[in-house]
């Protein structure tokens, strides 16, 4: 993290979701300067993102505990965490005193769309079902 970080906004495990669909336990953590996903088991950087190339953090305003980072100039990343609104904050403070006042911005919707690779968009849906939330991942057909 010598890259410019100067402090750390937010640390903990999380869930990041392949484009596979598999769930991979990360350590996420947001600096003042990037967002980094830490493999838990071999101590590894797996991700950095900077915080200039984050577009926007969409999650819906249920209790399903995913979130996607949006970051149009990479791949977009889907994570699950009970923590999304601290989360989400953080990034919101990172980007503002990195660059400025610029800031992200936070779509909350219960339907929402992220690029799992290039060629590949998949699709969030979340609703509630009998008083249960109910989130479904799909592939986005190609238009």
């Not at 769930?23 to 947001?30: A, D, E, N, P």
């Not at 577009?55 to 791949?75: H, K, L, Q, R, V």
């Not at 992220?114 to 592939?139: F, M």
């Amino acid at each position: 993290m010598a890259r410019g970080d100067t402090k750390v906004l937010f640390a903990d495990y999380i869930l990041k979701l392949t484009g596979s669909g598999k769930m991979k336990k990360r350590i996420l953590i947001v600096t003042d300067f990037a967002v980094y996903l830490v493999d838990p088991d071999s101590d590894s950087l797996k991700r950095r993102i900077a915080l200039a190339a984050i577009d926007s953090i969409c999650m819906s305003n249920f209790g399903d505990n995913f979130f996607a980072i949006i970051a149009p100039s990479e791949y977009d990343c889907l994570m699950a965490s009970c923590r999304k609104n601290e989360i989400s904050d953080a990034l919101l403070k990172g980007t503002k005193n990195a660059s400025g006042g610029y800031q992200i911005e936070v779509i909350i919707s219960n339907k929402f769309e992220y690029h799992a690779a290039d060629d590949l968009v998949k699709q969030i849906i979340c609703e509630e079902i009998d008083g249960h939330v109910k989130t479904r991942i799909t592939k986005k057909e190609a238009q």
